[in-house]
T-cell receptor, first 110, second 115 residues
């Protein structure tokens, strides 16, 4: 089976940096997705990591370590609008179907 | 592009009734996915289609659930009979070039409440 673990909730201050961790256990691992989901809305794609290392996209960066089964999403210069749930998902097998974690609810306060 | 379109946005029904959820994927996308999201279980993949053909339905919880994709621009997810534990947000998503290599675009979801 597959197992995705991420913290349930995190809080941070506007303007700060926050790191959301995700660990996964899956056979036939292909890659790791991060999605953002605002309350009452659909998930939107943030990143997909296949290779080890850090990939940066503006204020958001995503890191992957395949040997450790570990990923993190780094959010810089936090804004109030970054308050949302962040979903980690691992894809595996020939069909590349992603298995989602429960999500980390990030609360950004002034 | 209008994005993935789902209807209805909200559905309230009584236990035992049939429920049909509808989805129109993004034009040109050849993969379509149905997900269910609850607080307890998070986001779960129910079934996905490639070129209108169901590829993997192992996530469909019971025989009460069925999904069809009669053409490239339309899919339905049917629950018959519905039960209170089916209450959830159901998302449809579409993508092109395969699941692992491309972004899945999610529709706004249908919030289903079964009384």
């Amino acid at each position: 089976g597959q197992n995705i673990d991420q913290p349930t909730e995190m809080t941070a201050t506007e303007g700060a940096i926050v790191q959301i961790n995700c660990t996964y256990q899956t056979s036939g691992f292909n890659g790791l997705f991060w999605y953002q989901q605002h309350a009452g809305e659909a998930p939107t794609f943030l990143s997909y990591n296949v290779l080890d290392g850090l990939e940066e996209k503006g204020r958001f960066s995503s890191f992957l370590s395949r040997s450790k089964g570990y990923s993190y999403l780094l959010l810089k210069e936090l804004q109030m609008k970054d308050s949302a749930s962040y979903l980690c998902a691992a894809s595996s097998g020939g069909s590349y179907i992603p298995t989602f974690g429960r999500g980390t609810s990030l609360i950004v306060h002034p | 592009d209008a994005g993935v379109i789902q209807s209805p946005r909200h559905e309230v029904t009584e236990m035992g009734q049939e429920v049909t959820l509808r989805c129109k994927p993004i034009s040109g996308h050849d993969y379509l996915f149905w997900y269910r999201q609850t607080m307890m279980r998070g986001l779960e993949l129910l079934i996905y289609f490639n070129n209108n053909v169901p590829i993997d339905d192992s996530g469909m919880p019971e025989d009460r659930f069925s999904a069809k994709m009669p053409n490239a621009s339309f899919s339905t997810l049917k629950i018959q009979p519905s039960e209170p534990r089916d209450s959830a947000v159901y998302f449809c998503a579409s993508s092109s070039q395969g699941v692992g290599a491309d972004t899945q675009y999610f529709g706004p979801g249908t919030r289903l409440t079964v009384l």
